[in-house]
């Protein structure tokens, strides 16, 4: 390991922070962080990339008749810090005021990442075989034209101090790996991807079976050269555990952060109470599921991580708060207020968000199925908590016929307005899985989460596209 | 450079930046912050051995640091075959473009502040979220070829939200790309404003016809550069993954199309060399319909000058950034009709006025958008607004039925565009 860890700096933090409450701040907390990236990368058996990166810094915050003012350091240097502190007074002050107060938990805790084989501990020489393994195992057809391995690991140090007397640090571990290949007959061109992510450490990558992931991965790319066009209109869908993670995100979590509620920006503004799905559904967010990729002991304002319940059997039961969310609304923060790093702005943001389990089986889903489409993995999607819709691109999909599959087809994109898609959802699958990805808000300040769930059937408008 | 000699090539690139940014959430401002941000990026070979490695400026020990951490990295690394070295000095083959404002370099809080009272005072509808973001921003290439360079600019980046309130509430958004702190505050409130009540007027779309398309810059801007973009990528086309990838000198688009990378003019990543020390020119990529170039950078071999680290929209950490191939600037060139001569001009369509999320598949040009406010065309009029429904096409097929090209032209991101129509796509609703 190279240079400090973000807890090396605690003094200065607590010198800042009383800085910040002598210069007039109502409450101020200082963070510092460092964070730590390997990342290899191959392409048709050639590294493409290899690289570590170190980046590191210091977030200031100040709180004053309701408004923050930040001062971001790129420096560990005293001065620099107490600078950034000043700057964050400086820059809360301003007309117009509000005696909103904010109710932080005084915490005292430091927390080591839960890993079993931390990525320090392993040779980077492993990290590159298991990526050219990857890469290998998909060499299985020559119409696979890019045969795509990589594996990351990050590692943050967090130390946090604030004028209620918290005293925190944590360290957060992300392994993944994945293959990708894209395959094409000269015409068309599809790819496929698989591969596991985390917050554990190295033993993702040993207990998986990368051959195996790598091969599929070819296998599944070269099959869906063979999809069909996917059909258009207002039809039933069966989606897969991560495209119903990516409607719990999409439809119903943005919707639910706190700040789109205080802004009435979101759709379930006043929704507590309300029905907003069928019975059948129940959802979460949780950023204290063991492993899973959203998963955090502390948000960036050092609030324990928790389980806040969004839906109960179709009932909307709350939101997911920051410090400022919480007080606005007058509730308990829920460990939501995250951001991308020390440079970038805390929002309301979502850990690990899924849809509950139900009482079928996938095959008796499909099987209960006249006419419909099953979903195979997601692209991507976006939220829309002013509307109340959603869009989710998925990467592939079945044409289910008669109970039976009848054939796969091409990438398209659902939409439709959330509730009505969660009210008419009448099945779930037993078995929950989540993915690991990457959400902003808006369009930047990327966290990692996780999204997932059952298979669950619901209608919802389906695009084919071109 | 000095503790990396005795490598085969080496080479640095450090990047700075002082950012301030201001936010307004629920129309009034929120936020402002300050950020000083640099780092260091080091690559090296040795033997057909690569290492590399960045670190962020936070302490003394920064750059042994990092020059430690890649020389374990080169250590590690397999012989690579693909790599033909780090970029070659050469002469600017053009001007220093104007990307360097003065009021962003040293602007305060305050110036801010006054310019976020001026966009709140001329929106009539709530503004739930909006930021602007401006920066002076200098980086530097050296390498031990002899590449020496230096940039500077400026960044000013706005994004804006816009609501009504009531039963049906509207959503409107407005973005700003650019260098200078041109942005005209009063202008984007009432585009807020006039963007919010459409959308709250929308009605759901049901059924499903084929019609053309009329693609606004704030729409098109994405398409073009995540299908255009990556077909004319000249690592898709290495690598076989580019639709275009046998297309040099054929027609690809319609014979109306003309697109131009020009790092010439006032542009977020204009500079007159890139992030590898490369120069950069004026390069044409579409010429009346005809393929013309791929972009490239120094991994791709025979660089075209767009090895870019840079973002359009972000200063912050651009040294952490492997270069990778950009369009530095990818313009359009403009026709003679307004917005309401082709809404004139089109039959049967759709003008888009907000997707989503707008953007095309990079293999396979398709798309599939989630309309959130979209405008009804029947013989040259426009006949109710719409939303909730799926505009799908193929944007590497739409290039070549192209009905109209506006004379808007705006900057997004990397690219400057127009409105343009489309003829072909297909909407589907409930």
Same mark, same amino acid.
Request: hydrophobic content about 35%; some cysteine; glycine content about 10%.
């Given at each position: 390991?190279?240079?400090?860890?973000?807890?090396?700096? /605690?003094? @200065?933090?607590?010198?800042?922070?009383?800085?910040?409450?002598?210069?007039?701040?109502?409450?101020?907390?200082?963070?510092? /962080?460092?964070?730590?990236?390997?990342?290899?990368?191959?392409?048709?058996?050639?590294?493409?990339?290899?690289?570590?990166?170190?980046?590191?810094?210091?977030?200031? $915050?100040?709180?004053?008749?309701?408004?923050?003012?930040?001062?971001?350091?790129?420096?560990?240097?005293?001065?620099?810090?107490?600078?950034?502190?000043?700057?964050?007074?400086?820059?809360?002050?301003?007309?117009?005021?509000?005696?909103?107060?904010?109710?932080?938990?005084?915490? $005292?805790?430091?927390?080591?990442?839960?890993?079993?084989?931390?990525?320090?501990?392993?040779?980077?020489?492993?990290?590159?075989?298991?990526?050219?393994?990857?890469?290998?195992? /998909?060499?299985?057809?020559?119409?696979?034209?890019?045969?795509?391995?990589?594996?990351?690991?990050?590692?943050?140090?967090?130390?946090?101090?604030?004028?209620?007397?918290?005293?925190? &640090?944590? /360290?957060?571990?992300?392994?993944?790996?994945?293959?990708?290949? @894209?395959?094409?007959?000269?015409?068309?061109?599809?790819?496929?991807?698989?591969?596991?992510?985390?917050?554990?450490?190295?033993?993702?990558?040993?207990?998986?079976?990368?051959?195996?992931?790598?091969?599929?991965?070819?296998?599944?790319?070269?099959?869906?050269?063979?999809?069909?066009?996917?059909?258009?209109?207002?039809?039933? @869908?069966?989606?897969?555990?991560? @495209?119903?993670?990516?409607?719990?995100?999409?439809?119903?979590?943005?919707?639910?952060?706190?700040?789109?509620?205080?802004?009435?920006?979101?759709?379930?503004?006043?929704?507590?109470?309300?029905?907003?799905?069928?019975?059948?559904?129940?959802?979460?967010?949780?950023?204290?599921?063991?492993?899973?990729?959203?998963?955090?002991?502390?948000?960036?304002?050092?609030?324990?991580? &928790?389980?806040?319940?969004?839906?109960?059997?179709?009932?909307?039961?709350?939101?997911?708060?920051?410090?400022?969310?919480?007080?606005?609304?007058?509730?308990?923060?829920?460990?939501?207020? $995250?951001?991308?790093?020390?440079?970038?702005?805390?929002?309301?943001?979502?850990?690990?968000?899924?849809?509950?389990?139900?009482?079928?089986?996938?095959?008796?889903?499909?099987?209960?199925?006249?006419?419909?489409?099953?979903?195979?993995?997601?692209?991507?999607?976006?939220?829309?908590?002013?509307?109340?819709?959603?869009?989710?691109?998925?990467?592939?999909?079945?044409?289910?016929?008669?109970?039976?599959?009848?054939?796969?087809?091409?990438?398209?994109?659902?939409?439709?307005?959330?509730?009505?898609?969660?009210?008419?959802?009448?099945?779930? &699958?037993?078995?929950?899985?989540?993915?690991?990805?990457?959400?902003?808000?808006?369009?930047?300040?990327?966290?990692?989460?996780?999204?997932?769930?059952?298979?669950?059937?619901?209608?919802?408008?389906?695009?084919?596209?071109? | 450079?000095?503790?990396?000699?005795?490598?085969?090539?080496?080479?640095?690139?450090?990047?700075?930046?002082?950012?301030?940014?201001?936010?307004?959430?629920?129309?009034?401002?929120?936020?402002?912050?300050?950020?000083?941000?640099?780092?260091?990026?080091?690559?090296?070979?040795?033997?057909?051995?690569?290492?590399?490695?960045?670190?962020?400026?936070?302490?003394? =020990?920064?750059?042994?640091?990092?020059?430690?951490?890649?020389?374990?990295?080169?250590?590690?690394?397999?012989?690579?075959?693909?790599?033909?070295?780090?970029?070659?000095?050469?002469?600017?083959?053009?001007?220093?473009?104007?990307?360097?404002?003065?009021?962003?370099?040293?602007?305060?809080?305050?110036?801010?502040?006054?310019?976020?009272?001026?966009?709140?005072?001329?929106?009539?509808?709530?503004?739930?979220?909006?930021?602007?973001?401006? =920066?002076?921003?200098?980086?530097?290439?050296?390498?031990?070829?002899?590449?020496?360079?230096?940039?500077?600019?400026?960044?000013?980046?706005?994004?804006?939200?816009?609501?009504?309130?009531?039963?049906?509430?509207?959503?409107?958004?407005?973005?700003?790309?650019?260098?200078?702190?041109?942005?005209?505050?009063?202008?984007?409130?009432?585009?807020?404003?006039?963007?919010?009540?459409?959308?709250?007027?929308?009605?759901?779309?049901?059924?499903?016809?084929?019609?053309?398309?009329?693609?606004?810059?704030?729409?098109?801007?994405?398409?073009?550069?995540?299908?255009?973009?990556?077909?004319?990528?000249?690592?898709?086309?290495?690598?076989?993954?580019?639709?275009?990838?046998?297309?040099?000198?054929?027609?690809?688009?319609?014979?109306?199309?003309?697109?131009?990378?020009?790092?010439?003019?006032?542009?977020?990543? =204009?500079?007159?060399?890139?992030?590898?020390?490369?120069?950069?020119?004026?390069?044409?990529?579409?010429?009346?319909?005809?393929?013309?170039?791929?972009?490239?950078?120094?991994?791709?071999?025979?660089?075209?000058?767009?090895?870019?680290?840079?973002?359009?929209?972000?200063?912050?950490?651009?040294?952490?950034?492997?270069?990778?191939?950009?369009?530095?600037?990818?313009?359009?060139?403009?026709?003679?009709?307004?917005?309401?001569?082709?809404?004139?001009?089109?039959?049967?369509?759709?003008?888009?006025?907000?997707?989503?999320?707008?953007?095309?598949?990079?293999?396979?040009?398709?798309?599939?958008?989630?309309?959130?406010?979209?405008?009804?065309?029947?013989?040259?009029?426009?006949?109710?607004?719409?939303?909730?429904?799926?505009?799908?096409?193929?944007?590497?097929?739409?290039?070549?039925?192209?009905?109209?090209?506006?004379?808007?032209?705006?900057?997004?991101?990397?690219?400057?565009?127009?409105?343009?129509?489309?003829?072909?796509?297909?909407?589907?609703?409930?």
């Amino acid at each position: 390991m190279t240079g400090q860890r973000a807890d090396d700096y /605690q003094d @200065v933090l607590e010198s800042a922070v009383g800085h910040m409450q002598d210069m007039g701040a109502e409450f101020s907390d200082a963070r510092s /962080q460092t964070i730590r990236v390997t990342g290899v990368s191959s392409m048709n058996g050639e590294l493409r990339q290899l690289v570590e990166k170190a980046t590191g810094g210091v977030c200031l $915050r100040a709180w004053i008749g309701g408004r923050w003012g930040y001062g971001t350091a790129t420096s560990f240097d005293r001065a620099d810090i107490m600078s950034a502190a000043a700057s964050a007074v400086a820059n809360a002050r301003g007309d117009g005021k509000s005696d909103l107060h904010l109710e932080p938990a005084s915490v $005292r805790r430091h927390i080591d990442a839960r890993v079993r084989i931390h990525p320090d501990s392993v040779d980077l020489s492993e990290k590159i075989s298991a990526v050219l393994d990857l890469d290998r195992a /998909q060499a299985v057809d020559d119409r696979v034209i890019n045969r795509m391995g990589s594996y990351s690991e990050e590692i943050k140090d967090n130390c946090l101090v604030n004028s209620v007397g918290s005293d925190i &640090s944590w /360290q957060e571990v992300r392994t993944l790996c994945r293959a990708m290949s @894209v395959a094409s007959d000269g015409q068309r061109m599809e790819r496929y991807y698989d591969g596991p992510d985390s917050t554990l450490g190295f033993e993702v990558v040993r207990d998986t079976d990368l051959e195996e992931v790598g091969r599929t991965t070819a296998e599944e790319a070269v099959a869906t050269l063979s999809a069909e066009r996917a059909p258009s209109g207002h039809m039933t @869908v069966i989606s897969d555990p991560m @495209v119903s993670g990516l409607l719990a995100h999409e439809a119903m979590g943005h919707a639910s952060e706190g700040d789109e509620i205080t802004k009435r920006r979101s759709f379930l503004t006043g929704a507590v109470g309300r029905r907003v799905a069928s019975d059948v559904v129940s959802m979460y967010d949780d950023g204290t599921v063991h492993g899973a990729h959203g998963s955090v002991p502390f948000d960036d304002e050092g609030t324990p991580s &928790s389980r806040t319940q969004i839906i109960d059997h179709g009932e909307y039961t709350g939101y997911m708060h920051s410090l400022e969310t919480a007080s606005q609304l007058g509730c308990r923060p829920t460990g939501n207020g $995250r951001s991308e790093n020390y440079g970038k702005r805390v929002w309301v943001r979502m850990t690990n968000t899924f849809f509950a389990p139900g009482e079928w089986d996938r095959d008796e889903l499909i099987a209960d199925t006249r006419d419909g489409i099953l979903c195979d993995k997601m692209v991507n999607g976006m939220e829309d908590p002013v509307g109340g819709c959603f869009e989710a691109k998925c990467l592939r999909g079945f044409r289910i016929r008669n109970g039976e599959i009848a054939g796969m087809v091409q990438s398209f994109t659902l939409t439709g307005r959330s509730v009505d898609i969660l009210t008419s959802a009448d099945a779930l &699958s037993r078995e929950v899985v989540l993915d690991g990805g990457m959400c902003g808000k808006g369009i930047e300040d990327w966290v990692r989460v996780s999204s997932g769930g059952p298979y669950m059937r619901a209608r919802m408008i389906v695009g084919g596209g071109q | 450079m000095q503790a990396l000699s005795g490598y085969d090539q080496a080479e640095v690139y450090v990047s700075s930046a002082t950012v301030h940014t201001i936010y307004i959430d629920d129309s009034r401002i929120s936020n402002i912050e300050t950020k000083v941000d640099s780092g260091l990026m080091v690559r090296m070979s040795e033997d057909g051995r690569l290492g590399k490695a960045s670190v962020s400026l936070n302490r003394d =020990s920064a750059v042994s640091d990092c020059v430690s951490m890649a020389r374990a990295v080169l250590r590690y690394s397999p012989v690579n075959g693909e790599f033909t070295g780090y970029a070659q000095p050469g002469q600017a083959r053009i001007a220093v473009p104007d990307v360097w404002d003065e009021r962003v370099e040293s602007v305060e809080p305050e110036d801010l502040r006054e310019i976020a009272k001026v966009l709140i005072d001329n929106c009539d509808v709530d503004i739930p979220r909006a930021q602007i973001r401006v =920066s002076a921003n200098e980086g530097c290439t050296m390498n031990s070829n002899g590449v020496d360079v230096h940039h500077r600019s400026t960044l000013v980046y706005g994004h804006f939200t816009s609501m009504t309130v009531g039963d049906h509430p509207g959503e409107g958004m407005e973005t700003y790309h650019g260098t200078h702190l041109d942005l005209d505050p009063e202008w984007i409130g009432r585009e807020l404003t006039r963007k919010a009540r459409a959308a709250s007027v929308c009605r759901e779309f049901k059924g499903s016809e084929s019609l053309s398309m009329i693609l606004p810059p704030s729409e098109l801007g994405d398409m073009l550069t995540s299908s255009v973009g990556a077909a004319v990528d000249g690592e898709n086309r290495k690598y076989g993954r580019s639709m275009w990838r046998d297309s040099l000198g054929e027609r690809v688009a319609s014979e109306c199309l003309s697109i131009t990378d020009d790092p010439t003019v006032p542009a977020p990543l =204009s500079c007159v060399f890139d992030d590898e020390g490369v120069p950069t020119e004026r390069r044409p990529l579409i010429e009346n319909g005809v393929l013309r170039g791929f972009l490239r950078d120094s991994f791709c071999g025979d660089s075209t000058g767009n090895g870019m680290r840079r973002s359009s929209v972000e200063a912050q950490g651009a040294y952490e950034r492997t270069p990778v191939i950009k369009p530095l600037n990818m313009v359009v060139a403009p026709g003679r009709m307004s917005r309401e001569d082709i809404v004139a001009e089109t039959d049967h369509g759709i003008l888009v006025e907000k997707f989503a999320w707008p953007e095309a598949d990079e293999l396979t040009g398709r798309f599939g958008l989630n309309v959130r406010c979209g405008y009804l065309i029947r013989r040259g009029e426009i006949v109710g607004t719409v939303n909730n429904a799926l505009l799908m096409g193929n944007m590497l097929d739409a290039v070549s039925n192209v009905e109209c090209i506006g004379d808007d032209v705006r900057q997004m991101g990397v690219v400057s565009v127009p409105t343009m129509s489309f003829s072909g796509a297909e909407l589907v609703g409930n």
